[in-house]
């Protein structure tokens, strides 16, 4: 069965019961609007996910997409310091995509947030060229000041929370087995599941905020270019330690070995693991984040004192 054998209405009958009701939600799918419960601020962040520019149907499930398109904003509302309460998702596509397409990514949805108790509170639906998934997700700071890009200090430490380079390996290994028929190495079904499902560090965000984080964001560019992101609107230099990062690149070390790349490009400059870099001042690390550099004076990202040469991270349009 398609889409297009379906009405808007059998399709939303289809996808709204599987969807979780989450804990801020006072209206969920069915009206105008939703209606969610906010105490004080609302925090709200939107990221798209479009067909054949961040997934393949080749590749990943309905299940998988509807994953990821919570995770990734869901890890946007953490890297605030929030705690995220609801999303909406406005969904594009084919007549010719199947309709358990539709149902998986509903269950994806879910399975990202109803452990969260994160509600999927209402959407869209249209067709279009491709598929187009797009999400806007809602979180609380709970009386808490949210955390900034701007606010990394001379002298404090840089730190990551959650895993890096895992999902480009991924990806990678996709591409080549897809492209050039390279099959991957046994045990590297952890690289291209992170590529499929990412798993950020959601609650790591609020213990950063209570830890006193200068700054913070997630790394949805690569770690060199959203590492910048932070020194720009903070007014300030990263130097990121490479001994500190050896054991994200070790163990992407065989995957990259098969496919002769540098797994410290992965880790240096793939994006979507959508792991949470801070600044801290000094001795206030919280438990969930490792020490990976040091905030300078001046301005750029270096490695050991050195600039690096080669590719930022991703960009859409241009370098
Ligand atoms: N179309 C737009 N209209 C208004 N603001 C935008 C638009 N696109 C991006 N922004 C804003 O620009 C800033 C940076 O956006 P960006 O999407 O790079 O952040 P991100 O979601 O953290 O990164 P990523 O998209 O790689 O996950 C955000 O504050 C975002 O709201
Ligand atoms: C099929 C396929 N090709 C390439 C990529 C790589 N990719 C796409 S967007 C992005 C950065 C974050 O984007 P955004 O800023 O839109 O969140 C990256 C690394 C992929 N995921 N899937
Ligand atoms: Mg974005
Ligand atoms: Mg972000
Ligand atoms: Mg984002």
């Avoid at 990943?60 to 995770?71: H, K, Y």
């Avoid at 002298?155 to 996709?174: E, F, H, I, K, M």
């Avoid at 965000?205 to 270019?225: F, I, K, N, Q």
Wanted: proline residues 7%; charged residues 20%; glycine residues 14%.
């Amino acid at each position: 069965m398609l889409v297009r054998d379906l009405s808007e209405t059998d399709l939303l009958a289809s996808f709204v019961p599987l969807l979780p009701a989450g804990r801020a939600t006072r209206l969920g799918p069915g009206d105008d609007a939703a209606v969610l419960g906010v105490a004080g601020d609302l925090v709200v962040t939107t990221d798209v996910l479009v067909e054949d520019r961040h997934f393949r149907t080749a590749w990943s499930t309905g299940e998988d997409v509807g994953w990821r398109a919570a995770m990734q904003n869901l890890a946007d509302v953490a890297a605030m310091g929030a705690e995220p309460t609801g999303l909406v998702v406005a969904l594009a596509m084919p007549g010719d995509t199947p309709a358990a397409w539709v149902t998986d990514l509903a269950r994806g949805l879910a399975a990202a947030c109803a452990p969260h108790g994160v509600g999927v509170i209402g959407g869209d639906l249209s067709g279009g060229p491709a598929i187009c998934v797009a999400v806007t997700a809602f979180g609380e700071l709970d009386g808490r000041p949210p955390v900034l890009r701007s606010g990394a200090r001379v002298g404090d430490v840089v730190a990551v929370a959650g895993t890096l380079g895992r999902s480009a390996a991924g990806l990678a290994l996709l591409t080549a087995h897809e492209h050039d028929g390279v099959v991957p190495p046994p045990g590297t079904d952890l690289l291209t599941r992170t590529y499929r499902r990412p798993d950020p560090p959601l609650t790591a965000g609020v213990e950063a905020a209570h830890a006193g984080a200068t700054a913070m964001l997630d790394v949805s560019d690569g770690l060199l270019r959203d590492a910048g992101r932070i020194a720009t609107a903070s007014g300030v230099a990263l130097d990121l330690d490479v001994g500190a990062l050896a054991p994200d690149v070790e163990l992407l070390a065989e995957a990259a070995e098969s496919l002769g790349v540098d797994p410290l490009a992965w880790v240096l400059t793939g994006g979507e693991d959508h792991a949470l870099l801070a600044t801290f001042p000094p001795g206030a690390l919280p438990a969930s984040f490792r020490p990976v550099g040091r905030v300078g004076s001046g301005k750029g990202v270096t490695l050991d004192g050195e600039p690096w040469v080669g590719s930022f991270g991703w960009d859409h349009f241009g370098y």
